[in-house]
């Protein structure tokens, strides 16, 4: 499966090196702003999303704060040049953010980063269709439940309103030609 993964860094030059970096193994989407990258989450099914801390407009901590309510499925990666611990500490104890790297990164630990999150990504995944498919068979449980209880109270007003033990009903007899 290819994921599609989103990168959002108001310099042009680190769009370029993660493109590079990741599009012979993801469908990799890039984003200039934190506005731009909303406007794209909208129309692209997005599993991960690498984003920069410091942009103009739009921190990257707000804007994963608004892209929760787009995709809440999808992990976020932090890059940061600069160490904002009060801010990093809140998004990731909050479970905003999956993990955050300092800038500059190294290849090789963002790559495994990447990779471990998508993990984390098809887990939180499949636990939600999980969930989902629970609640659904819990109520139709429910459902059936309900349903043979109003048999039983039908069958017991039927047998009070006339006082007498319900009636058999004798089934059909077929003879079979000879």
Known sequence: ???KIMIVDDEPANLRTLLRLFRQEYQVITAESGAEALTLLQQHDVALMISDQRMPQMTGIELMKKA???RPQMVKILLTG?????????SINSGLVYRYL????????LQL???????????TKSNCLIAMENKRLRAR???ISEMAVEGI????DAMSS????????QPEVYELPA
């Open 1 to 3: 499966m290819t994921y």
């Open 68 to 70: 929760v309510e787009v």
């Open 82 to 90: 600069y160490t904002d611990i009060g801010a990093l500490i809140e």
């Open 102 to 109: 300092t800038k500059p990164w190294n290849n090789d630990d």
């Open 113 to 123: 980063t990447v990779s471990r999150a998508l993990e984390h990504y098809e887990i």
């Open 141 to 143: 449980l429910h459902s």
């Open 153 to 156: 109270d039908d069958g017991r």
């Open 162 to 169: 006339e006082n007498r033990a319900p009636r058999l009903v």
